[in-house]
């Protein structure tokens, strides 16, 4: 192959090349210029934007079979009310005022127990916590009765009117506080004493 005839293949494959390049253009000029400057998008935009729907525009081949979900974006959180308390439960014993430890009792007497207790947590008690039998026996109480109300950070004295058992023998009864919440808190009260 001579030079000539090599010149006139190069130029014909260039001529061919600027018509391909020219034709793309021509097809490509109805299409919307890019910008590249930043423009703010806002969060509602985004959300109404992001919904798929096909054009006339669009290259056969290319469009998928199922339209894609819409996104939709978070535009404020809703906070439902929960049943947590915004306070803190705290029972503290602070003495027993009737029926020391290891007092000794008739068969079948009433034993008139008293403890005084301090409301140490952050929330005041009221007619939805409860003192539950938690160890030992009933003494003839009832195994859950109300909790004395009692503003937080103030003392309280819990009464109970227990019944001695007609077996001699040692009796304890122990005691502790629920919140509404159903969770025991603070600390536990008790009465011990001897039946002979």
Do not use: H
């Not at 974006?73 to 003495?95: E, I, K, M, Y």
């Amino acid at each position: 192959m001579n030079a000539p005839s090599l010149n006139i293949k190069l130029a014909s494959f260039f001529f061919a090349g600027v018509m391909m390049v020219v034709s793309l253009y021509g097809c490509a000029g109805r299409a919307k210029p890019i910008s590249l400057e930043k423009t703010p998008t806002s969060r509602a935009s985004l959300t109404r934007e992001a919904t798929w729907k096909p054009t006339t525009e669009s290259t056969p081949g290319l469009i998928p079979k199922t339209a894609p979900a819409a996104v939709d974006l978070p535009t404020a959180v809703s906070v439902r009310p929960t049943s947590t308390l915004d306070c803190v439960n705290g029972l503290q014993f602070v003495t027993d005022l009737t029926v020391p430890d290891g007092t000794l009792i008739a068969r079948g007497a009433q034993v008139d127990k008293r403890w005084q207790v301090k409301n140490s947590g952050t929330c005041n008690w009221d007619q939805r916590y409860s003192l539950v039998l938690i160890a030992g026996t009933e003494l003839g109480m009832p195994r859950k009765q109300a909790l004395n109300p009692a503003r937080s950070g103030s003392e309280v004295v819990i009464r109970m009117i227990l019944t001695s058992p007609m077996s001699p023998g040692t009796y304890t009864s122990a005691w502790q506080a629920f919140g509404p919440d159903g969770e025991p808190f603070g600390d536990v009260i008790y009465v011990q004493f001897q039946v002979n």
